[in-house]
Each structure stands twice: as C-alpha cells, then as structure tokens.
C-alpha cells in the first residue's frame, strides 16, 4: 500500500493501483449520524433511513504507523475518524480503528474509471455488470418479479409487498471484484449501499462503522477468485451419489415418492435422489402447500419411510428432506425451545413471533451457543441419524430488526449475518455426525461465511415464468456474481417455484430449464407451490424421456463436473464462470449475463425465450465445437438450430475432456 | 414574536404559541449542500437529491436586532446562517440574512404537537390532513391512478413513467394551516419537502435557502384564511354570466358545437356557454385527440365562428376556447416567437424544443419580458377580440430543469413559480382588456401567487372512474386544500377527463360527477381524451335531463353562490370549505375529506361510489335540514336516500337563504 501525499491531499495505491484520492474539494469520506426504519412483511422490507448529519470529513492529519500510516479525518476538528492504512496478511487493509462515538454511518469514496465494470454482491439476479447502479445490501426475499415494470411484480406488490426489485436479493454481500482487478471486501454485517453510478467514484455507503476494508489485486481474475476464497473460505466438494443423476422434488408420502421414481427410473431417468419437503408434514394455506415447521418424521404422511429409506439407498437412490431456522408453534420443537430459552425474544421478552403466511413460529437465537448446539442436535438427531443424505436448509434471511438476540447484538447489525449463521449450524451437525462427504444441504440465503459454511446455493424462488428478472434467464447472473465472490457452487429449481397471480409452468419452459440444468453442477426439480398448475418432469411420457435425456447429459458429463467441482474446493474457481473469466481480452464478454463457461471447456447459452427454435450466442475467440452437430466456431456472434433437446452448449476443440463430450451424442 | 433562551437553548414563541425549540440535542436547523437530479418524461418527474453534506447547526449565538433578534446557527463555526427573527407588517418573520455560500438546502424543524393536524400545500388529491405523511412540492403532472397499487397505476407507470403518486400534483405551495391556529408560508419556489410525520416536530426541506418564512396566528380558521389571501392576495369575483348555467365542453366544428347547444337548450340545459378547446385546431396522436398549439381561430374546422359567436353572444351564450403557454413547432407562433428569441433555450443555445407526447413545443420564456408582453398580446388579439369569454389556461407544470432562461435564473428555481407566471399573463391580458369582468380563464397549475393572479382552478385530469386517488372523489380533498391557502374558487371536469387503459366513463359517473358539480362555483363537463369510449352529458335523454335538472340546481342557487364567491374575492373566505372551518369543535370534522360546506350555509356529501341508493354522511351538530326531503337533523351520523338525482346535500334551518333553497325542489 503506497501513500503519497500531494497538493492538500493524498493518494493511496495498492500494487500501483490508485484506490483511494482525498482532497478538501472532493474528500474520500463522509461520517455522519442516521436512524434507520425497516418494516418487514413476511421478508420483504421496506428500509428507509433517516440521516440527521452527514459530514465531508476534509481535513486530515496523517502518522506513520508501525505497518502503514494512520490517518484522522475530521471536519474542523468534529467527527474524528481514525483510519489505519496498513497490511495484514499480505492484503490492503483499511482499518477503522478509532471514531466519534455518535457516528454510525460512513460514505467512503473509491476511486474509479469510466470503463470500470463491478461484479459481485452477492447474488444479483437481475445484473451481473453492477456499474450503473446502487446496490442496497439487506438479505430478504428475492421478490416476485423484480421489475416494476412487470403485472407479476405490481399484483404481489399490491397484495404482500412482494414484488421486489433489480437489487433484492437472499444473499447480498459487501464484496465486489473491479475489472481493474481487485477485489474489495468489508468485514462487516449492518445495512449497506454499493453506488457504482458515477464516473469518477465508487461510492460504498455503510450504516455502521466497519471494523475494516480489505483489498486484493490479482494478474487475472483466475488469480482474483483464488484470493478472495483465501480470505472468505472454499466450499467443500459435493458427496459422490450427487453425480449419479438428478434429485427429483417430489411429496405427498413415502408412496407416492416411489411409484413417481419408478415410473421415472422405467423411463430411463437417471436418479440421484428423492427430496420430499414434506417428510416432515404439512399444511395449506392460501399461498399454497406449505410444511409443518416440526422437523421430525411425520410418519403419518410418510408410513414406513425409515426403512423405505434403505431400500432406496440399496437401490442407489439417496432421500433428502427439508428444515428451516424456525420452529411452528404447533410443534414439541418450538415447546422444547420456549422452555429452554432458546428462541429469540421481543421487547416484553416474551418469544418473538413470526408471521409467515397464516401460521406463526419462532426462531431460534443461534447467538446463544446452547440454542445452536441445541438446533445442530436436531439436524443430527431427526434429520442425520434419521436417515437423510441432504436438505433444503430453507430461509436464514427473515431475521427481524425488532426482536431480542441472546448476544446482546442489535438484531440490524446480525440481520445480515444470520444466514451464514445459519449456514454453519448445518455444516456443523453434518461434520460432527462425520458425513461431510456423504450427506449435503443447499440454501438460498447468503452472506459473508456462506462461501465457507454453506456447501451449495440454490437461486431460491424463480417464476415459473420466462421473465429476465425472475425467471428462468435471471438464474444465470445469480450464479455468476455468485462465482465472483466464493460461491461456485450454484444450481437452481428446474422449472421455477413461484406460482401465483395465474403463472403456470409450461411444459416448454420445463423442458429448456432442465437443459440448463444439465450444466449446472446440481440437477433438482421442484414442483413449486401450486403443484397442480404447473407442468412438471413426469407430467406426460415426452417430458420425461426428454429430461431423462438430459440426466444422462449430466451424468455423462460427470467426471468433467467433478473436476470443476474439485477445482473449487481446492482454489475457489467457480464451476459456472462468466466468459471474461478465461476471455480477460474480449471486450465484449464483460457484458455477457445470459451465458456462461461450465467449467474450462463447455460454454452454455441457455434458451430462455419462449417459442424459440435457433438462438444466438457469443462465442470469445478460440475453437469452439457446437456439442450436438460438431459444427467449429472461431468466435463471434453464431446462431445455431436450438429445438427442445438441444441446448446450445459449446465445447472447446482442444479440451483433453474431447471423448467425454462426444459421449453426450449417444445419450 | 418572543424569544426565551433557557439552558443551552432557546424557543420562540409566536402569540404564545411555541413554534421552534432549539437546544444542542435536538437542533431546530440543519443545512447542507445537495445535487439534485430531475428526470422529466411529459411532465412526470423523477426527483432526486445527493445529500453531500447535511449538517446539524447546534451551536447558536444571539444578537439584539432593531425589532427581534439575530440568530447566527453554525457548528464549531462552519456552515454559519444567520437568521433574523423579527416581525414584518404585523407578521412573524424568520429571514435568511447571510449564509456560507455552498449551502444549498435546509431542514428546519417546527415544533408540533401530537394531536395536530395539518392542511394546505397546494391541491392534494389523496390527503386533506397532511399529518402522518410528507409531501414533495413540485409541480408537475398529477398522475395517472396515484396509488401504486391500483391497476390503473400500473398500467400508468409501465407504458409513460405517468402513475403519480399520493403527493403528485399541478399545483404544490409551501403554505400550510395548523390545527394549533397558525398559517406558515415559505417564501421560496424551489423543491420542497415537508414532512409532518413526527410527532414533535414538523421538517421542512427546502432545496435553496429562502428569503424568508412567514407565520401569523388566527383566533379562527376564518380569520387564517383571511389572513393568508391577505398576504398572498384574493382572486376576483366571475363574470356574470357563468351563473346562467353550465358550459359544455363540445367541439368538432362550429355546426357540431351550436347542434348540441340546440338540442341540450331543447332539453331544459341551462347553458352559460361552449367551451370548445379545438377551435384553434386538432390534432391525433396514440393519446386520443389533441390540439394544435397555435393559438387563433382555425376557420376551416370553425368555419363562420367569428360570426357565430355574436350570435350566440345575443342568445346569452358565452364562447370559450383554450390555450397554453406553449407554441408547436408547426404554427406561425411558434416561428415569430423563435425570430424574436422570446423561447426558453437549450444548453447550446437553440431553442429547447419538449416533446409533448408524439409532437414538439417550445417555451414562451416569461422571463424576458418581451416574450411576456408579446404573449399577452397573443391572447388580446386572438383570444380576446376574437370574441371569447373565457379559457382553459392549460399547463403550466411542465418547465425543464435544464432549459435556461432569460432572466438568468436557473430552471430548477423557476420551475415551481412557472404556473404563477403563467397565470399572471393571463390575468393581465384579460386587465389590460379591461375585461375583468366578462371573461375568465380556469387553471389546473398553481404556485404560490396564483391565488391573486388565477382566476379560477380546475382540479386537472381525473380519470373517468370512481378511484379514491384519481377519480371523482379525490376533486372534494383538492378543492378543500386549496381553500385552506387562498384559492377559494375551485371546479372539476364533470365526468373527469383521462380515458386510458380500458377505462370508459360510465353514465352513473357522469351522473354522480354533475350532481356534485352543481354545488361547486362553476360548472363544466368535458369529452375527456377519447371522446367515444365516454358517456357524455347527451348520450341519451335520461342523462340530458338529469342534467338540466342539475344545471337548473345551480342557476337557482346562484344568488347563493355568488355571495360565496364575493366572500372569497373580500374575504378570502372560500367558497368550499372544510367542515371544521365553522364547526372548530366538533373533533371528527378534523378527519372529513369527502364532505364540504358550500358556502356558509350548505353541506354537501357527494357519493362518490357506484351503485349506490343510499348514502352515510356525518353531520356536525347544528340544525340540519335535508335539501330532497325536508328531514332535519341535529348532527352525527345520518343515512338517508340518494337515487340518482338526488345527491346528498343539507343546509342549514336558520339560514337567510331558506327560501332560496326550498326552490330546488321546484327545478
């Protein structure tokens, strides 16, 4: 880290990168005082902050430190602000070691180029180039639509404040990667706006003052990843069973599920596993079929399922179910819990009470160590020991900021953090059990630790529509940002979830979702929470073998994915890459959201238009081979025949995976 | 006006009441500095501010002045302000004496009390009582449904950025009236935010520093509004003539016009006069029919007009035209205003040319005041002379913040004073006529300064629905704030006007709309956008004599009324008044929005919902006697019969008007 001190103000570098540039006319920080509102309706906010004082901290005096310098901005001596500029483990670290203590926000200005392009925070799905925009950070629901623009968006705004918009998100994180190759992070957990509008300044907007800042730079974003996985934490790889074929969601009771994966198995489905949500019951209520929140076998619904469980392991399919961070009232989880003391406390101390459509629970205060071992011991007891080789550890992201946490911590500051928290209770209880490499969970919500306690992301709750924000296409940035920051393990719902205000899963947008699927590292279908209006896998003969086409696609193509799979655990390389990740030259590649590398070799360009027979892709210059014609491609713009069945996936020429690839033609 | 300093603090009490408290804690003052964004689409804006500095002014020193004293706000001596608190003309002043130069915004908190209630601002559409919500005050359009969660809205927002908003409005003013017996005026024309939402304070953030702000105590609300038209002036009594009975809103050609003058008179139509908007020319665009923005008789669609008008004149029928302050690119006006350089200019200096939706207009620029004369003249010579009584002066909202104008000002300033402006040329033209008395102009723009220079208002473009927000009964709340800060003479588009998104005005609502609008000032309907999709005043026999009947309601009232509209022009008493202004008492009055007294003596509780038979009013205690029936009542909650043509209305027993009303039941 380089300072220099020019004119009245200074310049700081990193690796000869200028970062931060401070003068009294345009100060790189501004200190000041807010009070914020957050009004929370079954996970979507509305967060407004009322700032009293915001001050351009102008003046500065500077030290030399033992590692750095130390400088103290301030405005005519108020708001005092000690920052340290310093490393620390090799990496730039701008630490905020000393301040007013009424300020709690902090505005701080990076430097930035009119090309610059961001990528990051979290997982964006409706933007994967973040310049342009201000990125409110707050983990909630994704929203139902995202685009105010859009009917779906407008009714569930009217009727719940659902619809969201291009910035929410289940995981938001305070971590980016510049395209001037250096990655950014904040070690810190409060609400935050990332504004990448202007020209000159990144501006990152924090309703807290962070403990630091932490910066990288890298020769390639290869390098770039490599660092930020160093820091945040790696996944681990995925069990073994996970490439034997799809995971097919399906309920209703241990019947049901069988005679489903028979029928899908005679049909020459590869199968994996079965996911059933409601192994451990459920309920209705106008939203849809939603679960029991109890998490222990209903063996009402599910009669016999511990030894139908064998058997199906015996026949090589595993059995995965489904639990959340909060317990039903209804349930003996949720009196244990109370009794105990383990839940989370509102201002009477009473529980604190969640709504969450028609039916209330609690949750469990992981701040206090007895709750989490107690909440691990549930994981181990009834899900582990019970038999289940994965889940669906659902939500993370509700946290209200009105309720009472065993730490003492404000519920604003951990709001953000809990789904991490979350994240590790599960990685716990399957370390402990000593099945990391057999047993697996995936979760929507995300936050700083998720790249180390979360062993897979799931994009949550598209539509069961083609909309670019919320739909089938928007999966595709999710998984990008993701991979930008840590997170390179990345599937989705085959077909979508939401199914509301008349949505109806086609067969056709089924059928393309599922050809994306086969080139995601995770293959799951999801029968969404209207079941019986959408189209799903096994809904007529012609959508099954086509799907079970595409599991033998995956299933062909699985020592490939494992490799990718190993390469991030092992350096934190996603499987699913943007394109500039390998093609740093092509200028165009830096806004390309709607396609992606799988792995070194394949790159994919999903069809997520309605109706289409040909489609248009990309290609970045080299020797590219279309996988179902064999077809070669130098790069540039290419439009190929793309009929249901044939994705428009690419492989590159010199691949020393070539044979594997070809095996896919005989699928 | 009394100044107590106390501890570290001070307060300042007007007639005793306490309207600032300042201490360290809680300062009264903050200033900054902010950039301002303003994204204009056909008169809908997008404001927003950057907030680079905002600053609490804690530390305060005083100084005796001649009569009051000098206030120096500043913190640790930045950002000095210097206020004089004083009294002026018998009224308490605050005025800004001298500030640090880049300050450009204030926040300055007025002491509240809980149980306060506030009224004013300008036209609101959606809220009488402004406590509870804030309200940018910018001119604009209204918009279209002003409820995001209407479907109308939506529609609104997706296709024109034009839904609007609860606060959106044509005619924002930086005037209010407390419930604690104050008026506040802020003598200022920039963007403005006030916020009535805390429970101690009021906030009011102005985008500029202003001269000053003015405030007088009343011992009723009579004696506020008389006291507020004193300051910012009364509008004239109307011509004679508008109380013969309605003016229709006909066009398509002369013979069209008299056609259905004939057959309306036929039917028992009181008609006062056509107002007929294309007599200047038409034009189509997706929108519906427009006009052609070039101010003078088009003789091929009105051929023999001028004749016909003295024709009509001698029947007792007035002719009525329109005009706006905007000249299409196509027209002579437009050419001799360009030759002359009386339009506003663009950055570079040409003419700045706004896209009105399919064509282009440049802006009369009324700060040269050439172009101002020039303009007056276009109205005497083409309006005036041309033989018409009166005039729709349309627009007034739409001034571009990027523009540069004449006199040097930058366009953000003078945006919100432009409808003033605009009103002004037309009052001065009409007095240099010397026509005050014959002809009149209706305006649905207002700034401050319209109430002396605008003759009339009319509440803009209400969709042809039954919307609380849009529709007819968002007119009683807009005429009611209106009548709170001096505009006391207000009417509606009978049957309302915007007919998009599938929306068709109903006979019902038409129906409904003319009953109210037969206790209101002035009388007119409109064919709104589309004309063909609306049920107009002579659709059918049944809707033509109910209006007759109405219109009858109204020429029989007018001795009536035209001692309201005295009152207003004396007093500034309105004619339209809120129910607590004579029942100060009575506390649910405070919360009514949908009732008004008409006159001293009337009240009138339009039904604002369709298919209705019977209608709940609530009375304030007094004697009551029901306008159909001649039931009386004492006050509070009553129920009585409203078929159509028969809209709820009471006046009072003692009234001198008694036998006056007992006539209606003649018509």
Redesign the interface.
């Given at each position: 880290m380089q300072f220099v001190q020019e004119n009245k103000g200074f310049k700081i570098f990193i690796d000869g990168k200028e970062i931060i540039h401070h003068t009294e006319e345009n100060p790189c920080i501004?200190a000041?005082i807010g009070k914020a509102t957050y009004e929370m309706f079954r996970g979507n906010f509305k967060v407004s902050d009322s700032?009293?004082?915001?001050?351009?901290l102008k003046d500065f005096d500077v030290e030399d430190a033992q590692n750095g310098k130390i400088v103290t901005f301030s405005?005519?001596?108020?708001n005092p602000l000690k920052v340290l500029f310093t490393e620390e483990d090799g990496r730039h670290v701008i630490k905020f070691i000393e301040n007013a203590d009424s300020l709690n926000r902090i505005w701080l200005r990076l430097k930035a180029q009119k090309e610059e392009h961001i990528y990051g925070c979290g997982e964006q799905f409706s933007h994967f180039d973040l310049r342009g925009k201000n990125f409110p950070l707050w983990t909630s629901e994704q929203g139902v639509g995202r685009n105010?623009?859009?009917?779906i968006t407008?009714m569930a705004?009217?009727i719940d404040q659902a619809g969201g918009d291009y910035y929410t998100t289940f995981f938001p994180a305070p971590t980016f990667v510049s395209t001037r190759k250096y990655y950014c992070h904040v070690d810190n957990t409060a609400y935050m706006d990332f504004d990448f509008k202007n020209e000159d300044y990144h501006e990152l907007q924090i309703w807290d003052i962070p403990e630091k800042i932490i910066f990288e730079t890298g020769e390639s974003y290869i390098e770039l990843v490599e660092k930020v996985t160093e820091l945040l934490g790696r996944q681990p790889e995925l069990p073994e069973w996970v490439y034997d074929g799809v995971v097919i969601g399906v309920q209703g009771g241990t019947e049901t599920c069988v005679k489903k994966l028979n029928n899908a198995v005679e049909k020459g489905l590869k199968v994996s596993g079965i996911w059933a949500q409601d192994w451990q019951g459920e309920r209705y209520t106008s939203f849809g079929k939603r679960l029991m929140w109890n998490w222990q076998w209903d063996s009402k619904l599910y009669p016999g399922l511990d030894e139908e469980i064998k058997t199906l392991n015996a026949r090589g399919v595993k059995f995965l179910g489904y639990i959340n961070p909060y317990v039903a009232i209804e349930g003996n989880l949720y009196k244990e819990a109370s009794e105990n003391g383990y839940l989370a406390k509102d201002a009477e101390g009473k529980d604190y009470l969640v709504e969450f459509g028609e039916f209330y629970a609690g949750v469990v205060d992981f701040t206090n160590p007895k709750a989490f071992e107690w909440y691990k011991g549930v994981i181990k007891k009834y899900l582990i020991d019970f038999g289940l080789s994965g889940w669906m550890a659902d939500f993370g992201e509700y946290l209200p900021t009105d309720l009472y946490l065993y730490n003492g911590v404000s519920a604003e500051i951990m709001h953000n953090e809990w789904p991490a928290i979350w994240a590790r209770v599960n990685k716990e209880a399957i370390e402990e059990s000593g099945k990391t490499d057999q047993v697996t969970y995936f979760m929507r919500a995300g936050a700083t630790g998720s790249q180390k306690n979360c062993a897979m992301m799931w994009a949550g709750d598209q539509n069961v529509d083609w909309s670019m924000d919320d739909g089938l296409a928007s999966v595709i940035p999710a998984a990008l940002s993701l991979s930008m920051i840590g997170c390179g393990i990345h599937h989705s719902d085959i077909g979508g979830y939401t199914t509301l205000f008349g949505m109806k899963r086609t067969k056709e947008l089924f059928m393309r979702w599922a050809e994306m699927g086969a080139f995601t590292p995770f293959m799951r279908t999801h029968e969404g929470n209207r079941p019986l209006d959408n189209w799903q896998f096994d809904s007529d003969d012609e959508t099954l073998l086509h799907f079970a086409k595409m599991s033998r696609v995956y299933t062909t193509l699985a020592p490939y994915i494992k490799a990718a799979v190993k390469e991030n655990s092992e350096k934190g390389i996603p499987v699913q890459r943007p394109l500039f990740m390998h093609y740093e030259n092509d200028e165009r590649s830096y806004g390309i959201q709607y396609e992606y590398l799988f792995g070194r070799d394949i790159l994919v360009a999903p069809v997520y238009e309605e109706g289409k027979a040909t489609w248009k892709a990309y290609l970045p210059e080299d020797e590219w081979v279309h996988l179902w014609t064999g077809e070669e491609y130098k790069g540039g713009d290419v439009e190929v025949e793309a009929p249901i069945g044939f994705p428009p996936v690419f492989y590159r020429k010199n691949s020393s995976y070539v044979e594997l690839f070809g095996k896919v033609l005989e699928v």
């Open positions: 501004y000041g700032v009293c004082e915001k001050m351009a405005r005519n001596k108020l105010k623009n859009t009917y407008f705004d009217s």
